[in-house]
């Protein structure tokens, strides 16, 4: 089965800190994406990266940056956590072809205080 | 922008019912739809797929349908049951390879 980890369930941050959030897939992938879920606002494309050292942005990249150095792990960073980034955090993978479904981590909760 | 939206946000069903849940598109180049269950304290997993040249796929208690004429996708759930309380999200393929999801419709199903 595939596998994508993310490097904790629930963070709590102070305003101003930087933030990491790790994620790694097990299958290969060549594609990894990283969303934010909010309620009523369903899943939100941050940043995406199609290859190592790869990455394009998403529908919401402000206040955020990512790092692609091996093909399995995808790292979000928050150069400055605001409280406007409390939100669940989710990292997915897939293939690259013309049918491919996402895999997704179990999601980390990130509270900013 | 395109986007790809829910009908309901919740749908509350009895247990053995079947359960039909909506979606709209509005990206008409968008080749490829999937849905997605999400569970409480996990993330989205995958349930079934359908590509734009085709109207209807079966799985499991599970069918998905495409009508292109009016952009809107469902996903079907027969006897439904307990364990099926969950959000579903639909999603369209954006591109090559970028999934762009629907906010999402959380189903209940009473016992």
């Known amino acids: 089965d595939v596998k994508v980890t993310q490097s904790s369930r629930y963070l709590v941050k102070r305003t101003g800190e930087k933030v990491f959030l790790e994620c790694v897939q097990d299958m290969d992938h060549e594609n990894m994406f990283w969303y934010r879920q909010d309620p009523g606002l369903g899943l939100r494309l941050i940043y995406f990266s199609y290859d190592v050292k790869m990455k394009e942005k998403g529908d919401i990249p402000e206040g955020y940056s990512v790092s692609r150095e091996k093909k399995e792990r995808f790292s979000l960073i928050l150069e400055s956590a605001s409280t406007n980034q409390t939100s669940m955090y989710l990292c997915?993978?897939?293939?690259?072809?013309?049918?491919?479904?996402?895999?997704f981590g179990q999601g980390t909760r990130l509270t900013v205080v | 922008g395109e986007s790809v939206g829910l009908h309901l946000p919740t749908l509350s069903v009895q247990e053995g019912d079947n359960s039909i849940i909506n979606c709209a598109y509005s990206n008409s180049a968008s080749d490829y739809f999937i849905w997605y269950k999400q569970e409480s304290g996990k993330g989205p997993q995958f349930i079934i797929d359908i590509r734009s040249n085709m109207d209807k796929r079966q799985g499991q208690r599970v069918t998905v349908l495409l009508n292109k004429t009016v952009k809107h996708l469902s996903l079907q759930i027969a006897a439904t049951q307990p364990g099926d309380s969950a959000v579903y999200f639909c999603a369209e393929r954006r591109g090559s390879y970028i999934p762009t999801f629907g906010r999402g419709t959380s189903l209940i199903v009473h016992p």
């Open positions: 997915a993978s897939s293939y690259r072809g013309e049918k491919t479904e996402a895999f």
